[in-house]
């Protein structure tokens, strides 16, 4: 399962350029621009939904 | 000093050095990114981007092949040979004036620390008992942060002499090739262990809110090192001079916050789940206000206080989980 958590970790690291761009670009099509903290801050809600909707589900 | 009053300290130091040198392995020249785009100016921003995450995606490759790898050759040779990736390529990078070149550095650089990542802990387990796994572990993990503190800083200010010599940081890696090659003995130490496609898949299924957790986690987390200096650039809110003594001090705060996580899960039980995608938000709103010197370093230090927090976080709740299998594929 370690191994599992760490691939998951390094994975991230190598998309996380590609899906930022890719957030930035559909704020671009939307409002006109985005900088790449307002797609983490949606990515970032995004984890806190996550973590909230997996431990209700674990209990 | 537990290090010095063990009667393996020699190996314990070896074993150690190899931790600063793994988690923040692509990071170590995002100070740079900025003076690395002004030359190659002509050429898309996610290329430049890549230098920073290209690496990661060759561990996670090297990972899956790392039991093969240890059965072929003994545990010596096969951190040397990781470390001489890590030097050579790292460095060559820097030497590199096509980017598409560049980026094949970067991605021998990550089989090297593909190779050296799971050595780091593996060989604690290997060698050391029980009872001294859990402190070497922690000391492990300082190093890992530490490791970035430093390689941050380094390469921060070669980059302002040139980006090229930022790639210079990789030299650091020698410490560990002469501690290895003076202190380690060379032995054959891991067992290979077959594994179906069948039980991968059950992996996932058992763990996969932790993995996609931790996924979500480290996407957040990178956006930092891969977009920092860019968009300080962009908004010249904070001198680029300034950029690598931020992102080190953000790596100190990772350290922090990993060190805090224990009293964390204490004080705050399940809730502590919330702590890291709550600091990230809160981290990222204060950068997006780009008011100033202040808010910039209050961003940057709940950014890597998140990471500190959020990593053992998914780690701790996910071993509890699988229990005693929880090192194994």
Known sequence: ?59 | MFIQDHRRWRLMLAILSLSLLTVMAGAAVAPALDVIQQHFSGEPVILIQLIISMPALFIAITNLFFGKLCALFKGRTLTLTGLAFYVVFGCAAGLCSNIYLLLICRALVGVGVGIIMPMSTGLITYYFTRDKQDTLMGYSSAMNMMGGVVATLIAGFLAMVSWRLSFLVYLLGLISIVLVLLWMPNERIFQQKTSSKKKHENIFAGYYPWIVGMFLLMVNFFNYPSNFALEVSKSGVVSSSLVPVIMAGMDIFGFIGGLLFPKCKTAMGNRSKYIAPVLFILGYIALQSAGGLLLTLIGSFMVGAANGIGVPYFISTASAKAGANAATP
């Open chain 1, 1 to 59: 399962m370690i191994p599992a958590l760490s691939i998951a970790l390094y994975i991230a690291q190598f998309t996380a350029p590609t899906i930022i761009a890719a957030i930035q670009a559909g704020f671009s099509a939307v409002s006109g621009g985005g900088t790449s903290y307002e797609a983490a801050i949606l990515l970032s809600v995004v984890m806190l939904l996550w973590v909230g909707v997996f431990d209700r589900k674990k209990n």
